[in-house]
């Protein structure tokens, strides 16, 4: 028994056709937005791990008067580099969406090149042929869009993290301009340091917002 695919007519083919462009085109465009998001925020990230390990020499040299920072500045250091590895795990996971989203798009095409073709068609064996090839590229397209799914919701998991990293610096942020109350000489120094951290993780944290806004606008 030869299976057969859905019957579209040619304008109606047309028309899906110029639409799956378009989401995919929007989508693969999302994409690389994306990575280049990320890039600026791994340039902050990189930026936060030197502002960290500045708060760390200041504490070193406070010596007793700010022992409650010290593993303080050691988290930032930590959450700084976790960052770093998130951002550039992103940007591949970006880039990979990007290319999937093409692939998806060519493999669309040829989807509705094959139910045009069997539309002109009247011969059955001809017309069995090629409803089998439209299977077998069904077949691909739903691969691909399983691909594009499973992409899409680790980018969104690892953009989450990214958020939650710099929220915890927010929070640590606060008990450092608390601690640095107490270090008699090194407070301003060390109040600096915690609010140049905070605006650093404020801009990460603009970065996967935009990201986040993009992905949800087209997908």
Same mark, same amino acid.
């Given at each position: 028994?030869?299976?057969? @695919?859905?019957?579209?007519?040619?304008?109606?083919?047309?028309?899906?056709?110029?639409?799956?462009?378009?989401?995919?085109? %929007?989508?693969?465009?999302? *994409?690389?937005?994306?990575?280049?998001?990320?890039?600026?925020?791994?340039?902050? *990230?990189?930026?936060?791990?030197? $502002?960290? %390990?500045?708060?760390?020499?200041?504490?070193?040299?406070?010596?007793?008067?700010? *022992?409650?920072?010290?593993?303080?500045? $050691?988290?930032?250091?930590?959450?700084?580099?976790?960052?770093?590895?998130?951002?550039?795990?992103?940007?591949?996971?970006?880039?990979?969406?990007?290319?999937?989203?093409?692939?998806?798009?060519?493999?669309?095409?040829?989807?509705?090149?094959?139910?045009?073709?069997?539309?002109?068609?009247?011969?059955? /064996?001809?017309?069995?042929?090629?409803?089998?090839?439209?299977?077998?590229?069904?077949? /691909?397209? /739903?691969?691909?869009?399983?691909?594009?799914?499973? @992409?899409?919701?680790?980018?969104? /998991?690892? @953009?989450?993290?990214?958020?939650?990293?710099?929220?915890?610096?927010?929070?640590?942020?606060?008990?450092?301009?608390?601690? *640095?109350?107490?270090?008699?000489?090194?407070?301003?120094?060390?109040?600096?340091?915690?609010?140049?951290?905070?605006?650093?993780?404020?801009?990460?944290?603009?970065?996967?917002?935009?990201?986040?806004?993009?992905?949800?606008?087209?997908?």
């Amino acid at each position: 028994m030869s299976t057969i @695919l859905k019957i579209e007519t040619r304008d109606d083919s047309v028309k899906s056709e110029h639409m799956r462009q378009i989401d995919h085109t %929007k989508l693969t465009i999302a *994409a690389a937005t994306v990575a280049a998001e990320l890039f600026h925020a791994e340039v902050i *990230a990189k930026q936060l791990t030197i $502002s960290a %390990k500045n708060a760390a020499a200041i504490v070193l040299r406070a010596g007793s008067q700010a *022992a409650g920072l010290s593993v303080i500045s $050691s988290y930032y250091d930590e959450l700084a580099s976790k960052t770093i590895t998130l951002a550039r795990s992103i940007n591949i996971t970006a880039v990979q969406l990007s290319m999937v989203s093409v692939t998806e798009w060519r493999t669309s095409a040829v989807v509705t090149q094959v139910e045009r073709a069997r539309d002109m068609m009247d011969d059955p /064996e001809s017309m069995r042929t090629v409803a089998q090839l439209g299977v077998k590229v069904e077949a /691909e397209l /739903e691969h691909l869009s399983e691909g594009f799914q499973t @992409l899409l919701k680790e980018l969104y /998991e690892q @953009l989450d993290e990214v958020q939650r990293n710099m929220r915890a610096i927010d929070v640590i942020a606060v008990t450092s301009r608390l601690e *640095a109350q107490q270090t008699g000489e090194f407070k301003e120094g060390l109040m600096q340091m915690a609010n140049s951290i905070q605006g650093q993780a404020s801009e990460i944290k603009n970065h996967v917002a935009k990201s986040v806004s993009l992905l949800n606008t087209y997908t």
